[in-house]
């Protein structure tokens, strides 16, 4: 079957915001009606630091969890971690989230995974830069102590600002934090054991998970994942903090014409991201490359934020 090929979220920026305006506004009227994550997408649910793992981010635990926003999730099979890549959004760069398996220490291999590891969206990168790496990750007194394997990332590059390497280091941190299913703050150390900093940014004494509606993208796409082979009817889940816990929907085909929309209705919206679910109707299309796209409801009708959105390709058999 043919791959689908996708342009970049920034290259789509100018396109989602000028969806249909009627259409968004529709869906968010909506909200009252239909849809939760209650058991599909593992995911965080609180935007603010917590004592405690949040359940998109446990991924040994067989039994959905509630979240502090009182959503509840699924966890992610045993093995698979979850890793923050960096993407382009209409508001700046955001993390967003992709399940990964990893073999070995899951702390260790969700680290390596952030750091160099290639995400399966192509609209994804990694924050950090070429070269070194970590050798380590452990817990020790209320910290994740993350070892650098050499001195290549202390400081910051030259071609990178304030802001990237802060993106940076939340990357880390988000993704070592749901691995190891805490939120103890992070600590990077260099080989002697001395904490040092992280591409200029001071870790000494942790650092901690940042609001998440500072630092990760306010809609993401769990299911489907990309590239997959999908038919008939498809649950469709994610997470987003979007106006009214409303998130609309659309299948695109490969000319960029909406062929099937819809919303769904996530847990909440205020305080975090929330779990949102959907069934999808895929039985009416003819075999080939489609996108599914979820965004975030933009009820100020193009005079606010741009909306948000995730998209992942899919081939219907």
Known sequence: MDTMRLTSPASRGVRVASLSLAALVTAATLTSCGGDDSAEDPSTASGTTSASPTPSEEPTTAEPTPTEGGGVEEDAP??????????STGQGDRLFREFRKVSGEPGLGAAEMVAS??????DYRSAFPDGSGFSSVSTEDGLVV????????????????????SLAVQSLVYTVQG???????????DSSGAATTLLGVDTAGGVANADQLEV?????VTSPEQDSEVSGSITASGVASSFEATVPWEVRDDSDAVVLNGFATAEGWMDGLYPWETEVDLSGLAPGTYTFLAMTSDPSGGEGNPPM?????????
């Not at 971690?81 to 993407?87: K, L, M």
């Not at 590891?117 to 192509?122: A, F, N, R, V």
């Not at 959105?309 to 058999?317: E, H, I, L, R």
């Open 146 to 165: 993350v070892t650098l394997a050499d001195d290549d990332w202390v400081a910051r590059p030259g071609d990178m600002n304030g802001r990237a390497a």
């Open 179 to 189: 691995a190891l299913q805490t939120r103890d703050p992070v600590e990077v150390r």
């Open 78 to 87: 045993t093995g698979t971690v979850p890793v923050y890549y960096v993407g």
């Open 309 to 317: 959105f995730d998209t992942k390709q899919v081939t219907v058999g």
């Open 216 to 220: 990760l993208s306010l809609v993401n």
């Open 117 to 122: 590891g290639s995400p399966l969206d192509p």
